[in-house]
């Protein structure tokens, strides 16, 4: 099955400097790759999205990378905001109404 | 609020009782999944439907837990003698032909 491994666990930053998240999958078959965040004591939202096809997707401060050939994800938060402190998931999976295989978490801080 | 919901949001039982929880998806959303996330951890794929039609079961998924979604709208997820082990946040997603929307969850706590 699919193995996510995202890195770091956790990360704090400065309030207007950026922050990036890395993952890494293992199935080839992966062809979607969605971002969660989730705040305490709610469910996970989805953020954005990147399918195969495309290499870079941007939303405003947000923006996620693909390299399918090393079979990595990142997530790209800029000019960070304390609303912007929550845990962040990446997840992979062969296709957007399939199931989803996640990563760990990043535990996200901004420090005002 | 046209969001997946669920109930209830949390549940406190003792080792041994069964337990069932409810999601409603999003209107018209034909399929719907179940995951369970323990502290620190990603959620992790337990089931999902297409309609009333289960399609995939996770090896995750004893012969304890059973879920339904008997006329293709809200779904309930049931575990029977429940362990300290089932302690988690369970949570419901919905899709159409798209993207996964996440209900808030229903925190189960075993003692």
């Known amino acids: 099955g699919e193995n996510v491994e995202q890195h770091p666990s956790t990360l704090s930053v400065q309030e207007g400097d950026s922050a990036v998240i890395k993952c890494t999958y293992s199935?080839?078959?992966?062809?979607?790759f969605p971002w969660y965040k989730q705040e305490l004591g709610k469910g996970p939202q989805l953020i954005i999205d990147?399918?195969?096809?495309?290499g870079e997707k941007k939303d405003q401060r947000i923006a996620v990378t693909l390299n399918k050939t090393a079979k990595h994800f990142s997530l790209h938060i800029t000019e960070t905001q304390p609303e912007d402190s929550a845990v962040y998931f990446c997840?992979?999976?062969?296709?957007?109404?399939?199931?989803?295989?996640f990563g760990a978490g990043t535990t996200v801080t901004v420090r005002a | 609020d046209t969001g997946v919901s669920q109930d209830p949001r949390h549940k406190i039982t003792k080792r041994g009782q069964n337990v069932t929880f409810r999601c409603d998806p999003i209107?018209?959303?034909?399929?719907l999944y179940w995951y369970r996330q323990t502290l620190g951890q990603g959620p992790e794929f337990l089931t999902y439907?297409?309609?009333?039609?289960?399609?995939?079961k996770s090896r995750l998924l004893s012969d304890r837990f059973s879920a339904e979604r008997p006329k293709g709208s809200f779904s309930t997820l049931e575990i029977q003698r429940t362990e300290q082990g089932d302690s988690a946040m369970y949570l419901c997603?919905?899709?159409?032909?798209?993207?996964?929307?996440f209900g808030p969850g229903t925190r189960l706590t075993v003692t």
């Open positions: 990147i399918r195969s096809n495309v």
């Open positions: 997840a992979a999976s062969p296709s957007n109404d399939y199931k989803l295989s």
């Open positions: 997603a919905s899709s159409h032909v798209g993207e996964q929307y």
């Open positions: 199935d080839s078959a992966s062809n979607y």
């Open positions: 439907f297409q309609n009333e039609a289960q399609l995939e």
């Open positions: 209107s018209e959303h034909n399929r």
